[in-house]
Each structure stands twice: as structure tokens, then as C-alpha cells.
């Protein structure tokens, strides 16, 4: 069996696209379940209707 003697590792270059892309799309999703949170489940001043978050947490019908 042959030893190998010289262990690959990724480039930072690469570490760094992939972690800008995460950034990315972590942000992105973040960004909808906050649009949605927001439509659903504040008003219009922005404020959390905690009735309705307690409903859906619930599982009680709306």
C-alpha cells in the first residue's frame, strides 16, 4: 500500500466564496420568514399581535 504524503486542503479563496454565498442566501431566508412573520402577525405599526402568535403556536384555529 502506498503512503500518501501530502494532504489537500481547500484554498481560502474557495472557503471565502462559499461562505460570502451562504451569507447570501442565509440572509435571503431570513428576510422571508421575517416578511411573512411581519404580514401575518403584526400590525400596522409594526407591533406582534401576540393573540394570533399564540393562536398559531397553539395550533387553535384562527
Known amino acids: ?3 500518501i504524503d ?3 486542503e481547500p484554498g481560502d479563496c ?3 466564496e462559499n461562505n460570502d454565498q ?4 442565509y440572509a435571503k431566508v431570513v428576510n422571508k420568514f421575517s416578511h411573512k412573520f411581519i404580514e401575518m402577525l403584526c400590525n400596522a405599526s409594526g407591533a ?3 393573540e394570533k402568535l399564540l393562536q398559531l403556536n397553539s ?3 384562527a
Not at 22 to 25: C, I, K, L, M, N
Open 14 to 16: 474557495l472557503k471565502v
Open 48 to 50: 406582534i399581535i401576540w
Open 1 to 3: 500500500m502506498r503512503q
Open 59 to 61: 395550533g387553535a384555529a
Open 22 to 25: 451562504f451569507s447570501e442566501e
Open 6 to 8: 501530502t494532504i489537500i
